[in-house]
């Protein structure tokens, strides 16, 4: 559905997105990880048509963004970061608007808006202002307005930004379930986010992908899983020099410290049964292990390990 | 065209909802038809519409700058701008769009004076119709013009303030090129190209009830080089 291909771009002297490829597949929910300023966005705005790529080309249910504009906006739908919207018309006149737009006639258009105002749940102020409602009142007019096409492809960019916690449920329930029939892809620095409601994540990073796949697949790749998590009392430099003579041990860290106790956060080889060796250092160095578990890799240490890169 | 049409209508009624749109009708017209009342009846007491559309020139440099500032730098500011360039609209269809409902809301203001001021007239007096029609002719002209001029700097600016200057001083430039030169001493050739460029002047010849070629050619040459100019702005963003 979607192909994009060494996509880059500056501004200036900025890099904001560097020989990006990736491809997604009718159906899928994509997510876009990464800090603010990773290129999110601008790679959105080439996919939708707002700007130019430098370098690479892009196409969008077959049609490539640049020389199809047209094409590709009629078969996408675009909500850009904080759902930019005309505040001095209603809501109901503004959906009216983006449905002419789209070329959607007579009851046709009625229809579609009754449709969304249904979906997006916007019952209640169809009639109002738009600069009137509340933030997530307008997220939820410009969801309805990337939408009112039926659309195949949702492009979404940081759709639930600056919600309260009941709204962000709401919201991503709705995405979810658009989510089944459609392809969507939603940029965010949320990692609960993409947790929540995609099934594949890319991760950006300073303009370029560092990881592409499904959530499961890029959180084993990163650490090997394998991680441990020990309290101990003793003197540290023995504790760390017990460490070390573990074969199977990759890296460890002194994270915290409670009383006499260290905390320390042992990384091991992909596949291995590291407690055991821990424990067995342990019991033959005499040093007093109160506490040791296995830790779950998450996307969020993931996100950190690729994101702040240069230190490792 | 149902797309011009989908944005003129939007457009059109969005000037219903700004107070600059109601403030620019009612002041403007107020203002002009006291103006010319007072002067009508103090000064020259002929039922002719002569200083009225030299006070409504006035009143267009003043006003119209005011109301076109919003056009595009308002988009560009609001991040809608970003919503149109991705919805499927050619960009000369957004330029088309936003002039044509300009235009109209410019058509609307000289309605209400038409139906106003040389009504009062043909009670009073039997005022000669051809030069009434060629002012309003030359009015409408001028004030296309103006907006043409104003839409095209709304949209190489997202300050709307400064949208607001640029306009007034090229639109001032238009209508003063003439007045501006006389004090040079030029060439002939020079002159009567600048006395071409100038909108008063054309103006002038309009206003006598002559409508003569060189004069609609120039004012659609100046609306059509400013929609030009704003039709490039947009579509810039698209350019590789």
């Given at each position: 559905m979607i192909q994009v291909e060494g996509i880059s771009k500056n501004f200036g002297m900025v890099t904001a997105v560097?020989?990006?490829?990736?491809?997604?597949?009718?159906?899928?929910?994509?997510?876009?990880?990464?800090?603010?300023?990773?290129?999110?966005?601008?790679?959105?705005?080439?996919?939708?048509?707002?700007?130019?790529?430098?370098e690479g080309t892009a196409k969008v249910a077959g049609h490539d963004v640049f020389e199809e504009s047209m094409r590709?906006?009629?078969?996408?739908?675009?909500?850009?970061?904080?759902?930019?919207?005309?505040l001095d018309m209603r809501v109901d006149g503004f959906l009216d608007y983006v449905a002419s737009i789209r070329g959607i006639k007579g009851q046709k258009k009625a229809d579609a808006i009754k449709k969304m105002i249904a979906v997006c749940g916007l019952g209640g102020v169809i009639k109002k202002q738009i600069g009137e409602l509340s933030k997530g009142y307008k997220q939820r007019v410009g969801l309805a307005q990337a939408m009112i096409h039926n659309p195949?492809?949702?492009?979404?960019?940081?759709?639930?930004?600056?919600?309260?916690?009941?709204?962000?449920?709401?919201?991503?329930?709705?995405?979810?379930?658009?989510?089944?029939?459609?392809?969507?892809?939603?940029?965010?620095?949320?990692?609960?986010?993409?947790?929540?409601?995609?099934?594949?994540?890319?991760?950006?990073?300073?303009?370029?992908?560092?990881?592409?796949?499904?959530?499961?697949?890029?959180?084993?790749?990163?650490?090997?899983?394998?991680?441990?998590?020990?309290?101990?009392?003793?003197?540290?430099?023995?504790?760390?020099?017990?460490?070390?003579?573990?074969?199977?041990?990759?890296s460890f860290q002194a994270v915290g410290q409670e009383g006499s106790l260290w905390r320390?956060?042992?990384?091991?080889?992909?596949?291995?049964?590291?407690?055991?060796?821990?424990?067995?250092?342990?019991?033959?160095?005499?040093?007093?292990?109160?506490?040791?578990?296995?830790?779950?890799?998450?996307?969020e240490s993931v996100f950190q390990q690729m994101t702040e890169g240069e230190k490792e | 065209m149902d797309r011009v049409w989908a944005i003129f209508k939007k457009e059109f009624t969005g000037y219903f909802n700004s107070l600059m749109a109601y403030f620019f009708l009612v002041v403007f017209l107020t203002a002009i038809n006291v103006l010319f009342m007072w002067v009508m009846f103090f000064r020259s007491r002929t039922p002719a519409m002569g200083e009225y559309f030299e006070l409504a020139i006035i009143g267009f440099w003043l006003f119209i700058p005011a109301i076109t500032m919003r056009m595009w730098a308002e988009e560009k500011k609001l991040g809608?701008?970003?919503?149109?360039?991705?919805?499927?609209?050619?960009?000369?269809?957004?330029?088309?769009?936003?002039?044509?409902?300009?235009?109209?809301?410019?058509?609307?203001?000289?309605?209400?004076?038409l139906l106003t001021i040389p009504t009062a007239l043909a009670y009073v007096g039997s005022p000669d119709w051809g030069p009434i029609i060629g002012g309003y002719a030359g009015l409408f002209?001028?004030?296309?013009?103006?907006?043409?001029?104003?839409?095209a700097i709304s949209s190489m600016t997202e300050n709307q303030f400064i949208a607001f200057l640029l306009t007034s001083i090229i639109c001032l430039a238009l209508l003063g090129i003439a007045?501006?030169?006389?004090?040079?001493?030029?060439?002939?050739?020079?002159?009567?190209?600048?006395?071409?460029?100038?909108?008063?002047?054309?103006?002038?010849?309009?206003?006598?009830?002559?409508?003569?070629?060189?004069?609609?050619?120039?004012?659609?040459?100046?609306?059509?080089?400013?929609?030009?100019?704003?039709?490039?702005?947009?579509?810039?963003?698209?350019w590789k």
């Amino acid at each position: 559905m979607i192909q994009v291909e060494g996509i880059s771009k500056n501004f200036g002297m900025v890099t904001a997105v560097s020989k990006v490829s990736f491809e997604i597949a009718k159906g899928e929910v994509v997510g876009f990880l990464g800090p603010n300023g990773a290129g999110k966005t601008t790679m959105m705005r080439i996919l939708t048509g707002y700007m130019p790529a430098d370098e690479g080309t892009a196409k969008v249910a077959g049609h490539d963004v640049f020389e199809e504009s047209m094409r590709v906006r009629e078969s996408l739908g675009y909500l850009p970061e904080n759902a930019p919207l005309y505040l001095d018309m209603r809501v109901d006149g503004f959906l009216d608007y983006v449905a002419s737009i789209r070329g959607i006639k007579g009851q046709k258009k009625a229809d579609a808006i009754k449709k969304m105002i249904a979906v997006c749940g916007l019952g209640g102020v169809i009639k109002k202002q738009i600069g009137e409602l509340s933030k997530g009142y307008k997220q939820r007019v410009g969801l309805a307005q990337a939408m009112i096409h039926n659309p195949d492809i949702l492009v979404l960019d940081e759709p639930t930004s600056g919600l309260d916690p009941n709204q962000i449920r709401e919201i991503r329930a709705l995405m979810k379930e658009l989510g089944r029939e459609k392809t969507v892809i939603l940029s965010t620095h949320i990692l609960p986010e993409v947790e929540a409601t995609c099934g594949r994540v890319i991760i950006i990073d300073k303009g370029r992908v560092v990881a592409d796949g499904t959530i499961e697949a890029v959180t084993k790749k990163s650490r090997g899983g394998n991680v441990h998590v020990i309290m101990v009392r003793g003197d540290k430099d023995r504790i760390e020099s017990g460490l070390k003579t573990i074969p199977d041990v990759v890296s460890f860290q002194a994270v915290g410290q409670e009383g006499s106790l260290w905390r320390y956060e042992i990384v091991g080889r992909e596949g291995v049964h590291l407690g055991e060796q821990i424990f067995r250092m342990a019991a033959d160095s005499g040093i007093s292990l109160a506490e040791l578990r296995r830790e779950k890799t998450s996307l969020e240490s993931v996100f950190q390990q690729m994101t702040e890169g240069e230190k490792e | 065209m149902d797309r011009v049409w989908a944005i003129f209508k939007k457009e059109f009624t969005g000037y219903f909802n700004s107070l600059m749109a109601y403030f620019f009708l009612v002041v403007f017209l107020t203002a002009i038809n006291v103006l010319f009342m007072w002067v009508m009846f103090f000064r020259s007491r002929t039922p002719a519409m002569g200083e009225y559309f030299e006070l409504a020139i006035i009143g267009f440099w003043l006003f119209i700058p005011a109301i076109t500032m919003r056009m595009w730098a308002e988009e560009k500011k609001l991040g809608t701008l970003e919503l149109l360039m991705t919805l499927p609209v050619r960009d000369g269809e957004a330029v088309a769009g936003k002039f044509l409902a300009s235009l109209a809301f410019l058509a609307l203001t000289l309605l209400l004076s038409l139906l106003t001021i040389p009504t009062a007239l043909a009670y009073v007096g039997s005022p000669d119709w051809g030069p009434i029609i060629g002012g309003y002719a030359g009015l409408f002209l001028l004030g296309a013009s103006f907006i043409a001029v104003g839409l095209a700097i709304s949209s190489m600016t997202e300050n709307q303030f400064i949208a607001f200057l640029l306009t007034s001083i090229i639109c001032l430039a238009l209508l003063g090129i003439a007045e501006l030169f006389q004090l040079v001493p030029l060439p002939g050739f020079v002159l009567s190209l600048v006395t071409y460029l100038d909108a008063g002047s054309h103006f002038d010849s309009i206003g006598r009830g002559v409508i003569d070629s060189r004069d609609v050619v120039y004012y659609l040459s100046v609306i059509g080089f400013f929609l030009f100019l704003n039709y490039r702005a947009v579509t810039s963003r698209r350019w590789k």
